[in-house]
């Protein structure tokens, strides 16, 4: 018996994948460097399954039909390199190397061109739903070798979560690291859509004093609305949870929060490509903030400001935190958007925004409701710019905008910081500006270091320098922008 796919590293989402590719009849080929874990793997969840162990690679890929199709599912970096190397004598031209792990697309790049020039198809893809996407259906976002995609076509839409509509939620992105691009961009909006929820509890829970019990019930109604998400469902259950001793865990946990990298590279990128990607940039800053536990400990003796108390109607607050959650999703979406847009253009990548959509409408951390709106915006303009321009989100965010302001106020008249709600307010209030004091900013440029500047009564791309004190020269700087 040959498998149809050979998948490398046996850990959780390695194992779960098998097992929801056996499930939906594939044969599947699985390798773990530590020989032990593919034994007892192969004796536990897999037993009884058409799946296929070898304690070499030689074995392994003996085992794959032609093209041979071998998904790694190790950790990102070096190991991903070192296996490729293992394969690579072992391999014919035409097979496919997958790559499955959150590898930065910088390298899937790199990977792609290297195995191109050896004749071997290379896929680097994401994946997103944790443990439980990965056994039941994940978002699964392919980019690479358009050649390939026709040999894991079947398996990946097979495997992937399905949207309320029956689509699976995967398909081809784009050429070299367009995959992991993608994945990359959703993982910013991860941290985006959690710091704005935790916001919204802060504000909530330690400005407005309400309890564990009515936050549950209203982030569960918020649910039944346009915030419905699977975020927003598993914060409610978070608010329901006891510890041992029948008081909420969630006081319990300490207030520093990890994270992987992925966010830190969707601001990296937003800062190369010039993209004002200020939402998800916060949220990281947010995530390095908690970390100093010790420093801001040692800052609140310093800063003991007496608490302020809200004496306003905090059910009203209470719906309008709702609104300015919205509003600043919105606004988080469209940054990613964009992000994504000007990287497809630099790269050529030629994203369709609908299909990414629509990926992330099911399996994925991210998988809302909202997305399907997003998906009906990019149906109807594929070609749209920003996500605040259509008229879905124009409405919504009118509808909501008074209630966004009127939040981040409270917030900081409480001394409550909102690092992500305020910052997407900020963004938009920019965006939506025919005039920002950028005029200042190139005088001041001009002034201190004769980099010129453009004028309204002349047309674009001509340049002008003035000698502002009447001692300096003529003499300008070229004009360029980093």
């Not at 390199?81 to 293992?86: L, N, P, R, T």
């Not at 995967?170 to 993608?182: F, L, N, R």
């Not at 951390?365 to 989100?393: Q, W």
């Amino acid at each position: 018996m040959q498998a149809d796919i050979g998948l490398i590293g046996l850990a959780v989402m390695g194992q779960n994948l098998v097992l929801n590719m056996a499930d939906h009849g594939y044969t599947v080929a699985v390798f773990n460097r530590t020989t032990s874990k593919t034994d007892e793997f192969l004796q536990g969840p897999a037993k009884g399954k058409k799946i296929l162990g070898s304690h070499d690679l030689a074995s392994f890929v003996k085992q794959l039909k032609r093209p041979r199709r071998i998904m790694l599912m190790v950790k990102a970096g070096d190991p991903v390199d070192e296996f490729i190397e293992h394969l690579l004598p072992l391999l014919e031209k035409g097979d496919i190397i997958i790559d499955g792990g959150n590898s930065f697309y910088v390298d899937s790049e790199r990977r792609y061109k290297e195995l191109q020039a050896k004749g071997i198809l290379f896929i680097g893809t994401g994946i997103s739903g944790g443990e439980e996407g990965a056994r039941h259906g994940p978002s699964i976002m392919p980019g690479g070798s358009p050649e390939a995609w026709p040999h894991v076509k079947s398996i990946f839409q097979s495997i992937a979560a399905k949207s309320e509509d029956g689509e699976p939620c995967s398909d081809w992105v784009g050429e070299g690291g367009a995959g992991h691009y993608v994945k990359m961009v959703h993982n910013g909006i991860e941290y985006g859509d959690m710091q704005l929820i935790s916001e919204a509890y802060d504000l909530l829970h330690h400005g407005l004093g309400i309890g564990y019990e009515d936050l549950a019930k209203m982030f569960e109604k918020w649910n039944e609305g346009e915030l419905n998400s699977y975020l927003i469902e598993i914060t409610y259950q978070i608010f329901s949870k006891m510890d041992t001793d029948g008081k909420p865990l969630l006081d319990k946990i300490l207030d520093a929060a990890g994270q992987k990298g992925t966010g830190k590279w969707t601001g990296i990128s937003a800062l190369e490509l010039g993209m004002p990607v200020t939402l998800i940039a916060e949220a990281v800053f947010a995530r390095c903030l908690s970390a100093l536990k010790e420093e801001r400990v040692q800052a609140s003796s310093l800063y003991p400001f007496p608490k302020k108390s809200f004496s306003g109607d905090k059910n009203g607050l209470g719906a309008k935190s709702a609104d300015a959650l919205y509003a600043a999703k919105i606004a988080s979406y469209a940054q990613g958007f964009m992000l994504m847009r000007k990287a497809s253009e630099e790269n050529k990548w030629n994203l369709n925004f609908g299909s990414i959509a629509l990926m992330w409408r099911g399996g994925c951390i991210i998988r809302s409701r909202f997305l399907g709106k997003i998906k009906e915006a990019y149906d109807k303009n594929p070609k749209l710019l920003n996500l605040l321009a259509d008229p879905y989100f124009v409405k919504e965010v009118s509808r909501c905008h008074q209630a966004w302001r009127e939040v981040v106020a409270q917030g900081a008249l409480l001394g409550i910081p909102l690092p992500s709600t305020g910052s997407a307010l900020a963004f938009f209030d920019g965006y939506r500006s025919e005039k920002l004091p950028a005029n200042l900013l190139q005088a001041q440029r001009d002034f201190f270091g004769a980099h010129t500047y453009e004028r309204i009564d002349q047309p674009r791309g001509k340049f002008f320098h003035t000698n502002w004190t009447g001692k300096g020269g003529d003499v300008s700087s070229s004009s360029y922008n980093a």
